[in-house]
């Protein structure tokens, strides 16, 4: 079963307004989990670093004060795009750190967010 | 550093063979290999740990050329389930680091 639970799956909202993405690893705790982006047909590209009890580490170019992470947990992150616009439209995907066996990271199912 | 991915894309018929390409200019101690299909999230398919360790998974296999920081994966006699965007990762460091994903190679298996 999934180890990693992403929610939700796929979003619509309007401009101006903000969407929350949870991502929950389910029979693990995951200290640290990372953010991707992914625009249609291109590559899945790191946002942040979410890390549990500090602040996120976020990649060049991405605005942390638009994208806030917050991990109050150790099996919870949540990403929250702020005043979204179309322009934020994409595939977000949550990964945590396995720790087992040679799979270095669990992804979640990954929620598509269009901004109309 | 984003590894560079090649092809970009590549179709193939059924129970035809496919190399797929994954370099990087800086020094690799590991590649990894997924495959995504559309609106999914990627599914791990293997690990590369050694310089030129080879390992196979069913019909698919990968090397890992340690000293020319390179990694080749090899689909043999495709399938049509082995459609999908195929991307290596690599790690940016030891630990609780994240992986940095290629662009990607599309591939697309035809009856």
């Known amino acids: 079963g999934a180890v990693v639970s992403q929610h939700p799956s796929w979003v619509i909202c309007k401009s101006g307004t903000s969407v929350k993405i949870e991502c929950r690893s389910l029979d693990f705790q995951a200290t640290t989990m990372f953010w991707y982006r992914q625009f249609p047909k291109q590559s899945l590209m790191l946002m942040a670093t979410s890390n549990e009890g500090s602040k996120a580490t976020y990649e060049q170019g991405v605005e942390k004060d638009k994208f806030l992470i917050n991990h109050a947990s150790l099996t919870l992150s949540t990403l929250t795009v702020t005043s979204a616009h179309p322009e934020d439209s994409s595939f977000y995907i949550c990964?945590?750190?396995?720790?087992?066996?040679?799979?270095?990271?669990?992804f979640g199912s990954g929620t598509q967010l269009s901004v109309l | 550093q984003q590894p560079v991915q090649s092809p970009q894309a590549v179709i193939l018929r059924e129970g035809e063979d496919a190399v797929i390409n994954c370099s990087s200019s800086?020094?690799?101690?590991?590649v990894h290999w997924y495959r995504q299909k559309h609106g999914e999230a990627p599914v791990f398919l293997m690990i590369?740990?050694?310089?030129?360790e080879q390992k196979g998974h069913d019909k698919i296999s990968a090397s890992f050329n340690e000293k020319k920081q390179q990694s080749s994966l090899y689909l043999t006699a495709s399938q049509l389930s082995y459609s999908g965007t195929y991307f290596c990762?690599?790690?940016?460091?030891?630990?609780?680091?994240?992986?940095?994903f290629g662009k990607g190679t599309r591939l697309s298996v035809i009856a």
């Open positions: 990762g690599t790690e940016r460091g030891s630990g609780n680091t994240p992986l940095v």
């Open positions: 590369l740990l050694k310089g030129g």
């Open positions: 800086k020094a690799l101690y590991s």
């Open positions: 990964s945590a750190p396995t720790h087992r066996g040679n799979e270095k990271l669990f």
